[in-house]
């Protein structure tokens, strides 16, 4: 069957444009696989100069240190020594640096400790009480010069003031001893509560990764001891009078 002369050319027509198209493809494919080529060539060739390079400064620097006297050598490795500890000491430098300032912010909270025993054994009447609030203001004293004396392998100085939280409390306490009477079991709910700021400042500590090792275990010895002090405090509160 013919096919009407304006449809037979119009797929002569297509018929001729595809081979074109299909002509440019594989003419650009070719290029670009051309192109390809040559730039992995070159490629390969900086490649084998860089290594030829490496390789030829390898064996001048070989050669010249072996030209050296075992004097020159010892220095010269006591100075690359020196240089690989100067390029780590920052590391180290910024770990000890951020260990020290936890210590510091949780020695402010154990002299808060100390001074609110120290003051409870001073305002309470009771003989036993008394002892035990300067057991723990001797138990508070250890923990600190602990903790000082890690601050001071870290860097720090010792550290022996006391958060603006707890200066401000102690005023507090100070004032209303003025006007109202406090009795043994005002006294106890007080420490009661300054406890509680301590384990929250251990708990706080006991989260920084830079505290390791046996400053860690230092402190939780301490995070332990004030744990079953919560817990004394809590259990003579409520049988106070």
Do not use: C
Request: charged fraction near 35%; glycine fraction near 6%.
């Amino acid at each position: 069957m013919n096919l009407p002369e304006p449809i037979s050319d119009a797929a002569d027509k297509a018929q001729d444009l595809h081979s074109e198209t299909t002509d440019k493809a594989k003419s650009l494919y070719d290029d670009a696989a051309d192109k390809a080529k040559e730039a992995a060539d070159k490629a390969k060739g900086l490649y084998g100069d860089a290594a030829d390079s490496v390789k030829e400064a390898s064996d001048k620097a070989a050669q010249r240190f072996n030209k050296l006297s075992t004097t020159q050598k010892v220095v010269g490795g006591a100075l690359l020594a020196a240089g690989l500890a100067y390029l780590i000491a920052p590391k180290k430098k910024g770990k000890a640096k951020r260990a020290a300032k936890a210590l510091d912010q949780l020695l402010l909270y154990v002299n808060d400790r100390t001074e609110g025993y120290k003051r409870a054994a001073a305002e309470s009447k009771d003989s036993t009480l008394t002892s035990y609030y300067q057991k723990l203001v001797d138990q508070s004293q250890d923990f600190a010069k602990t903790l000082n004396d890690y601050l001071v392998k870290k860097g720090g100085e010792r550290e022996k003031g006391t958060t603006l939280k707890g200066k401000l409390y102690r005023k507090l306490m100070d004032a209303q001893a003025l006007v109202t009477k406090r009795d043994e079991k005002a006294i106890l709910a007080a420490n009661v509560y300054g406890e509680q700021w301590a384990l929250k400042a251990f708990k706080k500590a006991l989260r920084r990764k830079s505290l390791k090792g046996n400053i860690r275990q230092a402190i939780e010895k301490q995070y332990a001891e004030s744990q079953k002090t919560y817990k004394k405090l809590k259990e003579m509160t409520a049988t106070a009078a």
